[in-house]
């Protein structure tokens, strides 16, 4: 096996054979022989071992196992504990979830402390075979079908063309010890529940069958990526961003079909499961939103708008007479000036003699009306929205220049006819919006 092993690194993970890397050993063994078998391969790379203290002494006996086989090797080890019953309650997850995601954060905090750029783990082909069930069984898309990735960006997992049968044969030829974690016999797991009831008897429908599986999961890869290809191709298309926000035209979305899989597909990346809400949101009222837990979908009049969830808090401010400049909740430069000079949608004259301070800036509400400049007669701030076709998220986003009660500025848009600088202004007051 080391010989093939070697090849296979040698074809597929070129990589790992010029920079040091760090492998996750659990002291189980999977990943012994696959400590062994980049040794023999004279790889450069340290260990890294998780103590769950899930197990008592069987952990500390993990963890002192793989200190020993670092110190055989004469490998750097790096080892870590985890308090993983207080995660588990304080995060209301199981316990399987909760070592994945303490063991994952840690590498990566150690990977970037160390400038490492290389994961590298011992998954094999039936741990690929017992995740596409364990997607199966919950209900998935072909993302989910296509089992394990190979690679990533930062992780390389070359056991994967290996089956377990194959690394137990190598352990006990090469009379390799390792540690036998007791709860992997224990029946109580979905994982397990897969592996040692369902699994075997697959395997017993064909003596090949889990090579089979492995060139059933390459083609399922192969068709993710054609399907990306062209999701891409939709989302250049229809995925237009304006001022940081994405623009969907409805009309085009409502061609797609079959509907809910192109928003399966054009959306998932965004955190959305909802998609029952999000076909509803096609053809419900403006202003209607799902969202995920990063962004949300807004129902416009003629789009979808796609936005990341930021901070929504909305504060606004006062300007005090004399005052010079604000940076927050908008950044506005404020001048007295002698003449009327360069006009822009950023730039505000007024008569300063019209302003009642301290002046505020704050979001706009229901009821809110103006005098648009150049018009006769007050117009109500949502009926202008409507007439300039501000979609929903713009008009959330809209900050007001008041006096008083009176809107001095829609900031960046219309001005109010009533504070217009006239042949009888005396001081002028400046107002830009700094970029």
Request: glycine share 6%.
């Amino acid at each position: 096996m080391l010989n093939e092993f070697k090849t296979h690194i040698e074809n597929s993970f070129p990589e790992l054979v010029q920079v040091h890397f760090l492998l996750a050993c659990s002291g189980g063994v999977d990943s012994v022989v696959l400590t062994h078998l980049c040794n023999g391969c004279k790889l450069d790379f340290s260990l890294a071992h998780c103590n769950f203290q899930l197990r008592g002494d069987e952990s500390d006996g993990d963890q002192e196992f793989v200190e020993q086989l670092a110190v055989g090797l004469k490998k750097n080890i790096h080892v870590t504990n985890f308090d993983t019953i207080s995660y588990v309650n304080n995060n209301k997850v199981s316990v399987e979830m909760a070592a994945r995601a303490l063991r994952y954060a840690w590498f990566a905090e150690l990977m970037k402390s160390n400038k490492i750029g290389t994961l590298v783990t011992a998954h094999h082909a039936d741990d690929s075979l017992e995740t596409f069930l364990i997607n199966l069984s919950r209900g998935t898309g072909i993302e989910g079908l296509k089992g394990i990735p190979v690679k990533t960006d930062t992780i390389s997992r070359p056991l994967l063309a290996f089956s377990r049968k194959q690394i137990l044969a190598y352990a006990n030829t090469e009379r390799l010890k390792w540690r036998e974690d007791s709860t992997n016999i224990e029946i109580i797991h979905l994982r397990n529940k897969i592996r040692h009831d369902i699994v075997p008897k697959l395997k017993e429908l064909h003596p090949t069958f889990l090579a089979n599986f492995g060139m059933t999961q390459s083609f399922l890869a192969d068709s993710v990526l054609v399907l990306q290809q062209h999701i891409n191709q939709i989302k250049s298309d229809l995925f237009v961003t304006k001022n940081g926000m994405v623009h969907i035209e409805l009309r085009k979305i409502e061609e797609l079909h079959p509907q809910k899989a192109y928003l399966h597909a054009l959306f998932k990346a965004y955190g959305f499961t909802a998609w029952n809400d999000i076909l509803d949101l096609l053809g419900g009222m403006s202003g209607k939103e799902v969202r995920s837990k990063t962004h949300r979908l807004v129902k416009d009049r003629k789009h979808l708008l796609l936005e990341e969830l930021g901070n929504n808090i909305s504060l606004g401010c006062q300007i005090e007479e004399g005052q010079t400049e604000i940076s927050s909740p908008v950044s506005l430069l404020i001048e007295e000036i002698e003449e009327v000079k360069e006009v822009s949608p950023n730039t505000l004259y007024v008569t300063k003699e019209a302003l009642k301070y301290p002046l505020t800036v704050r979001k706009w509400k229901k009821g809110d009306y103006f005098y648009p400049f150049g018009m006769k007669g007050k117009k109500k701030l949502s009926k202008y929205f409507k007439d300039e076709k501000i979609d929903v998220i713009s008009k959330e986003k809209q900050w007001l220049l008041c006096s008083g009660k009176d809107i001095v500025w829609v900031i960046g848009r219309r001005s109010d006819d009533r504070f217009k600088v006239t042949d009888i202004t005396k001081n002028i007051i400046k107002f830009t919006v700094k970029q």
